[in-house]
């Protein structure tokens, strides 16, 4: 999984990218953006694969990960100019997390004037919009031109349809999140991956002492249909720093159940609906995240493009009945070894074995 954070310059981001990733990135208040985005991979913590792998004593333990991308401010001026490198790289992330400043700070305040993040949301939004605005119009543009020439196909006329409905959305000033579109059209335009379509997190990042100051500019976000969530960026990047007994000690005093980077992995799995379903063996014990309502086949698809294509079945058992029983033998014994064909539905916990002949 791959999640984008964004927003304005100086909101916090990359201090909580320092705080995701345990690294040190420089967040200078003076220094100007940089000129490309940091790059880190997270494991997704599990105790359900800890758990497996004391059980099967695998050669190799994998946990899911998570790959967060920390850009500098970036939007509509960039895809005016058409290509631009980071641009389609942020494009490429599975969801955004829109980093909002709330901390005070005067020396910032003076140099970037942010306002409030409710403020700071509808630019960015504004921005998405325009930006994905100028690629439907261009793309029309384009497919015009080959009416003209006697190019029109029905794939064409889908994606002129879906254009249309988008660019009515785009000019409503209205994010395309919002928009529904037939699934044949919505895959016709599924390549321009949009910025406003992209599912989106909300994080107000505010000092460690006025956390709770938030809850209306939250349930503001949340009335748009948005999970949002407070954050203490700087109080997190100075928690990952410490060892994990001294964290507690502080993360206990404010009421944090968990560190940042757990917090944030539930959320993304929340916002994007994923489950997590797992390999188990001698060489190797692994996680694996799929779409909640994702088939047996799609689920084959994760581990290998030929465990799909010659999918016969999938042998399945339940992570808990595992945990419970202590062996697979068991499990047989017992009926909870089951046999499950292309469409059965993946369950987040399910321990899944694809036969396959290709
Ligand atoms: N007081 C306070 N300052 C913060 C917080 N998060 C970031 N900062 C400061 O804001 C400045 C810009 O942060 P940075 O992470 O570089 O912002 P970016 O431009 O969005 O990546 C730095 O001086 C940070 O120390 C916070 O939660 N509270
Ligand atoms: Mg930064």
Redesign the pocket.
């Known amino acids: 999984m791959k999640l984008a954070l964004i927003?304005?310059?100086?909101?916090?981001?990359?201090?909580?990218?320092n705080a995701l990733t345990r690294t040190e990135h420089?967040?200078?208040?003076y220094a100007p953006?940089a000129g490309e985005a940091n790059i880190g991979v997270v494991p997704v913590a599990d105790e359900r694969i800890t758990r497996l792998s004391e059980l099967y004593k695998p050669k190799k333990t994998i946990y899911a990960t998570i790959e967060y991308h920390?850009y500098?401010g970036i939007f509509a001026k960039e895809a005016e100019s058409g290509e631009n490198a980071m641009l389609s790289e942020v494009k490429s992330a599975d969801a955004f997390a829109l980093?909002l400043r709330g901390?005070?700070?005067e020396e910032?305040d003076g140099l970037y004037e942010l306002g409030s993040p409710e403020k700071q949301f509808q630019h960015i939004e504004e921005e998405m919009i325009l930006a994905d605005l100028i690629v439907a119009e261009k793309r029309i543009e384009k497919i015009e031109l080959g009416y003209k020439r006697g190019v029109r196909t029905p794939a064409i006329q889908a994606e002129e349809k879906a254009l249309r409905a988008i660019i009515d959305q785009l000019q409503d000033n209205k994010p395309l999140r919002d928009l529904q579109l037939p699934p044949d059209e919505e895959k016709a335009v599924r390549g321009f991956q949009f910025f406003s379509s992209k599912p989106m997190l909300i994080l107000v990042?505010?000092?460690e002492d006025s956390l709770s100051a938030w809850d209306s500019t939250l349930q503001i976000f949340a009335d748009k249909g948005f999970k949002a969530n407070v954050i203490?960026?700087?109080?997190e990047?100075e928690l990952s720093k410490l060892d994990s007994e001294e964290a507690e000690m502080f993360m206990t005093d404010m009421g944090l159940a968990e560190s940042i980077r757990d917090r944030l992995t539930h959320w993304s799995y929340q916002l994007l609906g994923n489950i997590s379903f797992f390999t188990v063996g001698p060489d190797e014990v692994r996680a694996w995240t799929v779409e909640r309502g994702a088939n047996a086949v799609t689920a084959a698809g994760k581990i290998h493009s030929d465990l799909a294509r010659g999918f016969i079945r999938a042998e399945c058992f339940k992570y808990d009945d595992i945990i419970n029983h202590g062996s697979e033998k068991v499990l047989k014994e017992k009926g909870l070894f089951r046999l499950e064909g292309k469409e059965y539905i993946v369950k987040d916990g399910d321990i899944i074995s694809i036969r396959f002949n290709v």
């Not at 927003?7 to 990359?14: C, R």
């Not at 420089?26 to 208040?29: H, V």
Request: glycine content about 10%; charged content about 30%.
């Open positions: 927003g304005l310059p100086k909101t916090g981001k990359t201090t909580i990218f420089s967040t200078d208040k953006p920390d500098p980093v901390f005070k700070d910032l990042n505010t000092s203490a960026g700087k109080f990047e």
